[in-house]
């Protein structure tokens, strides 16, 4: 069965006489709709009744010299007034948030490990040059952070990232060597430089499986045929460095997480040979306008970073 109900599809401009028609209705007279809106009376009622022929119904009926709504009139009012005024309000909105973005919030979202060793003195920075935005840094997992991001609930995400979604554009700023932590009494101190195989014999301690750190980990030893023995997974690298101290098991970690002080205490190998090294990067959604307080923040990451990638601008990603 065909619907053959009336289809509200001007070939023009379907703003014009959804204006028209709610100025009639406001104004109770074609003429001052006409004044109002600085066009001939002839135009407004052209307009309206395009508008009745579209829809199928008669929205304002003459009563003595003035024009009042019908019932199907009254109704569909209340239902384009908003729209109209929406639009005609649209630029002196979108100034008002606009100043809210410049002196706003900023929510951004980091793993606690990015959060604890790389952001500080970035946060610091920004600080310092935006003391009148609230800065809010929600500390989460990599997925949590992600879907933040799309439901805009933050504009930008730290972190490191071993796949990317197509819908996200990740800048790598930082660096970092995995390293192999054992207690100094550990028998893989013994070992100047073990290889994959040497500490696939022991238990590991590791985040927890749905972290990125152990699924980067996981992949290198199936990509070399070896088990990965996991005894134990605790949340949080300085725990896991104070069960490794007291020899319940060894662990790869990250070099941002090792400290001057971790070095001293903990038998540290870099294991770059067997893994890649570990980036860290600012993560954003592509076709994303950046506002003024998120560009200072990632210019604050790294200077330039976001001149150099075209999303950050022009809202469309330059790769």
């Known amino acids: 069965m065909s619907d053959k109900s009336p289809?509200?599809?001007?070939?023009?401009?379907?703003?014009?006489?959804?204006?028209?028609?709610?100025?009639?209705?406001?104004?109770?007279?074609?003429?001052?709709?006409?004044?109002?809106?600085?066009?001939t009376q002839p135009a407004v009622s052209q307009q309206l009744q395009a508008l009745e022929r579209e829809l199928g119904v008669e929205l304002v009926t003459r009563q003595g010299r003035a024009l009042v709504l019908t019932k199907a009139g009254d109704m569909f009012y209340d239902m384009a007034r908003p729209l109209v005024e929406g639009i005609d309000r649209l630029d002196v909105d979108f100034r008002e948030r606009l100043k809210g973005l410049e002196v706003g919030e900023l929510h951004v979202v980091a793993g606690s490990s990015t959060a604890m060793y790389l952001l500080p003195s970035v946060v610091e920075a920004f600080r310092q040059s935006s003391p009148d935005v609230?800065?809010?840094?929600?500390?989460?997992?990599?997925?949590?952070?992600?879907?933040m991001l799309r439901k805009g609930k933050a504009e930008v995400a730290v972190g490191s990232m071993l796949d990317v979604p197509q819908d996200l554009d990740y800048a790598r700023?930082?660096?970092?060597?995995?390293?192999?932590?054992?207690?100094?009494?550990?028998?893989?101190?013994?070992?100047?430089?073990?290889?994959?195989?040497?500490?696939?014999?022991?238990?590991?301690?590791?985040?927890?499986?749905?972290?990125?750190?152990?699924?980067?980990?996981?992949?290198?030893?199936?990509?070399?045929?070896?088990?990965?023995?996991v005894t134990m997974e605790v949340g949080g690298w300085e725990v896991i460095k104070e069960?490794?101290?007291?020899?319940?098991?060894?662990?790869?970690?990250?070099?941002?997480?090792?400290?001057?002080?971790?070095?001293?205490?903990?038998?540290?190998?870099?294991?770059?040979?067997w893994f890649p090294p570990r980036t860290y990067g600012v993560i954003v959604r592509k076709g994303k306008f950046l506002s003024p307080a998120a560009r200072v923040f990632v210019d604050a990451i790294k200077p330039g970073l976001f001149e150099r990638m075209d999303y950050y601008s022009t809202g469309q990603s330059g790769r």
Not at 22 to 39: M, N, T
Not at 135 to 147: A, D, I
Not at 245 to 268: E, W, Y
């Open 7 to 39: 289809r509200f599809s001007y070939k023009g401009s379907k703003l014009k006489p959804l204006r028209a028609f709610c100025q009639v209705a406001k104004l109770g007279s074609v003429s001052r709709a006409a004044e109002s809106l600085f066009l």
């Open 134 to 147: 609230r800065f809010n840094l929600h500390t989460v997992t990599g997925e949590q952070g992600l879907e």
């Open 173 to 229: 700023v930082w660096n970092f060597d995995m390293h192999l932590i054992a207690a100094k009494d550990h028998p893989l101190a013994a070992i100047k430089q073990p290889t994959l195989a040497n500490i696939a014999e022991h238990g590991f301690i590791l985040p927890p499986q749905r972290l990125t750190s152990y699924r980067l980990i996981d992949r290198i030893f199936q990509q070399h045929h070896l088990p990965l023995n």
């Open 243 to 273: 069960y490794v101290l007291r020899g319940l098991g060894v662990s790869l970690v990250t070099g941002i997480c090792l400290t001057n002080l971790d070095r001293q205490r903990l038998h540290c190998v870099p294991m770059g040979t």
